[in-house]
């Protein structure tokens, strides 16, 4: 086993165990230790490949199912943003909401990893609030853009880190002309993009911020572990 698929089976197993704990505690700390190989991972893929090499970014188109597609394709675009991974929230489609995700290889493999087990966390953490009865709906689909908020700047903060802590002379003109060739390989599919931000009107984004602070990473613990804010939307149809 390489060294690449080694980082990617740690990476597996602890956020298997993230997902499978009931103790807030324990997955904080399972995906620190997760968030924080990732993105030590992240950092050493972009060097070792650096100018030179052939490969180009590549993409995925992600559907997401109801109850709550647009809410889950928002935490998969923030996701996919925070590992250096270019989204495009591109609408309903057969299915649920659909999302394109632009990357190199190794960061579209990091997106799919975290965001997979952080919308099932997701998942497991609305199940278990108690909204008011007034507006249920409402205060759950602020809890759920709180919760996907607070992800995206905990991950962002490992990625923060990593490059702080890992990288090497350099690193950052890589990681520059690496997003320069993500946001090319973009325009080429979708030559006109507006921006939105979701608004909210229910109560629950501050438990839903806290529940993703619980379900993610506690940022100092960064250093000793064991080591997806704006939804890009796109007139044009995705490659098939």
């Not at 579209?108 to 990893?113: F, G, S, Y």
């Amino acid at each position: 086993m390489s060294s690449d698929s080694r980082t990617l089976d740690r990476v597996r197993k602890l956020l298997a165990k993230a997902e499978g704990t009931d103790n807030p505690h324990e997955r904080a700390t399972f995906m620190a230790a997760a968030s924080a190989l990732m993105a030590k991972y992240g950092i050493e893929q972009a060097t070792l490949t650096g100018r030179a090499s052939r490969s180009a970014p590549g993409d995925r188109l992600v559907t997401l199912a109801d109850p709550w597609a647009r809410e889950k394709a928002r935490l998969v675009c923030l996701v996919a943003q925070a590992v250096r991974c270019r989204p495009l929230l591109i609408g309903r489609g057969e299915g649920g909401q659909r999302v394109h995700i632009f990357g190199f290889g190794s960061d579209l493999e990091r997106a799919d990893l975290l965001a997979t087990s952080l919308l099932l966390q997701m998942a497991t953490g609305l199940a278990a609030v108690d909204p008011p009865a007034s507006n249920p709906r409402a205060y759950r689909r602020s809890w759920l853009l709180g919760f996907a908020d607070e992800v995206y700047r905990l991950l962002q903060a490992a990625e923060e880190a990593a490059l702080r802590d890992e990288a090497a002379p350099g690193t950052e003109l890589v990681l520059a002309d690496r997003r320069a060739e993500v946001e090319a390989a973009v325009a080429e599919v979708y030559p006109r993009i507006r921006r939105t931000v979701p608004r909210t009107s229910g109560t629950g984004y501050r438990d839903g911020v806290e529940a993703g602070r619980r379900a993610d990473l506690e940022r100092e613990r960064l250093a000793s572990s064991e080591g997806c804010r704006t939804i890009s939307s796109a007139s044009g149809s995705g490659r098939g």
